[in-house]
């Protein structure tokens, strides 16, 4: 079966710090993988996905995700994180045309 | 509208109440999903719609949950005779079909079950 994990349910750095979420994945084929953000009140943000090709994918706001087939991993990164980063980070796994299964999501908070 | 579209924002209703929550999909979406995210948790899928036909309803817990999109825009989910543990936040999104799943969500309503 399909599932994500993301370890930390917390994590707190510094404004300026580098920053990486981690996430595990367990699929039964190369999956599609997403990290969106969930601010609050709001609906969920997709920041970037991977499909195919180039392993290491760009998305908004400054973040990057590197897939790693031998790992089963999908983490996030961000060089230099700022206090509107503050949000909640969910990782996703899915396929064409197919329902997301998601991780329980990590909690970011910044601090100055 | 430019994004997804959810309503109510905002429910509370007594056990044993049948609710009704809507999604407005971006026009044009082909597919529109169902979630249900509990607090603490990532969202959990409930059921998905090609156009107007229920590809997947795997995730609707029991046969209290049900859903419909008859012209294949607004989808419309429906929990009958509301239980206390069906509180939660409720997600819609909606995605162009194809090859590529990349879902829009909307802002989700609150349900909460007294």
């Known amino acids: 079966a399909q599932s994500v994990t993301q370890p930390d349910i917390h994590i707190t750095v510094s404004e300026g710090a580098s920053l990486e979420l981690r996430c595990n994945y367990s699929y039964g084929a190369t999956p599609y993988l997403f990290w969106y953000v969930q601010s609050p009140g709001q609906g969920l943000q997709l920041l970037l996905k991977?499909?195919?090709?180039?392993?290491l994918v760009q998305g908004i706001k400054g973040f990057e995700a590197e897939f790693k087939r031998s790992q089963s991993s999908f983490n996030l990164r961000k060089p230099s994180v700022h206090w509107s980063d503050a949000a909640e980070y969910f990782c996703?796994?899915?396929?064409?045309?197919?329902?997301?299964?998601f991780g329980a999501g990590t909690i970011l908070r910044v601090k100055s | 509208g430019a994004g997804v579209s959810q309503s109510p924002r905002y429910k509370v209703t007594k056990r044993g109440q049948d609710v009704a929550l809507r999604c407005d999909p971006i026009s044009g979406h082909v597919s529109l999903y169902w979630y249900r995210q509990a607090l603490g948790q990532g969202p959990e899928f409930l059921t998905y719609f090609n156009y107007e036909a229920q590809q997947d309803k795997s995730g609707l817990p029991n046969d209290r949950f049900s859903a419909e999109r008859p012209e294949g825009s607004i989808s419309t989910l429906t929990i009958q005779r509301t239980e206390q543990r069906d509180s939660a936040m409720y997600r819609c999104?909606?995605?162009?079909?194809?090859?590529?799943?990349?879902?829009?969500f909307g802002p989700g309503t609150r349900l909460t079950v007294l």
């Open positions: 991977y499909f195919s090709g180039d392993t």
């Open positions: 996703a796994v899915g396929k064409y045309g197919n329902k997301l299964v």
């Open positions: 999104a909606s995605s162009q079909g194809g090859n590529y799943n990349e879902q829009f």
